[in-house]
């Protein structure tokens, strides 16, 4: 009878520090970790949809124009790069791969650029219903990165932030100990000068 009574208030006392724990802030850090890795996946899904659509388009444009083959080779090798260098949700807290990451995404939205410029120059191609599906597929596609990079970047935001305000940094240092700021998106160096329009 006794340890039925020693179990029952040591529930009641687990019970009453847990709602205050709560109420408090204790559950922040994790959740805001745990959200700011599902904008991550989504960034990872968005950028795989791209490079699932990228053979698709280099096969309707292969069709149509043989002598591209460097700009074909270009997007495929970019592609091929890009899948390559993944970044788990372990890995957030590493500016350096992040970095890396970015580059090759980057090479790859470069090469697409100069495909889809090449592309101009023939007329059955543009002209191709299928050419146009994957065209628009793609262009929806880098819309929604940059909407699911947007969404990571605020995410990263909170989660840092509570990591270093009051009462964040208190759980931080006496709980989540383990728990390191995460890596945001920032943009490259091309991003900063303005592109020239030229007719």
């Known amino acids: 009878m006794t340890k039925v009574f020693g179990r029952l208030r ?3 006392l687990i019970m009453a520090l847990a709602l205050p724990l709560a109420g408090c802030g204790y559950n922040t850090i994790p ?19 791209r490079a699932d659509l990228i053979p698709n388009l280099v096969a309707t444009v292969q069709g149509y124009a ?3 083959k ?3 080779t270009a997007v495929v ?3 091929a790069k890009a899948t390559s260098v993944q970044i788990d949700a372990s890995s957030l807290s590493d500016p350096e791969k992040l970095k890396q990451f970015q580059e090759a995404q980057q090479q790859l939205s470069g ?7 090449v592309t101009e120059n023939y007329p059955d191609l543009k002209s191709n219903a299928n050419f146009l599906a994957l065209q628009s ?5 880098e819309n929604r990165i940059a ?19 009051f009462p964040g940094v208190l759980w931080a240092s006496l709980f989540f100990r383990d728990k390191k700021p995460m890596a945001a998106f920032t943009a490259n160096d091309a991003a900063q000068t303005a592109p020239q329009v030229k007719f």
């Open 137 to 141: 597929q793609l262009e929806g596609t």
């Open 66 to 68: 043989k002598q591209e």
């Open 31 to 49: 959740t805001d970790e745990e959200a700011a890795k599902a904008r991550w996946a989504d960034v990872q899904n968005n950028y795989q949809r």
């Open 147 to 165: 909407v699911a990079r947007k969404d990571y970047i605020e995410a990263v935001r909170v989660y840092n932030t509570d990591l270093q305000t």
């Open 70 to 72: 460097d700009v074909l």
């Open 111 to 117: 090469a697409l650029g100069r495909l889809l410029a």
């Open 10 to 12: 040591f529930v009641f």
């Open 77 to 79: 090798e970019a592609r």
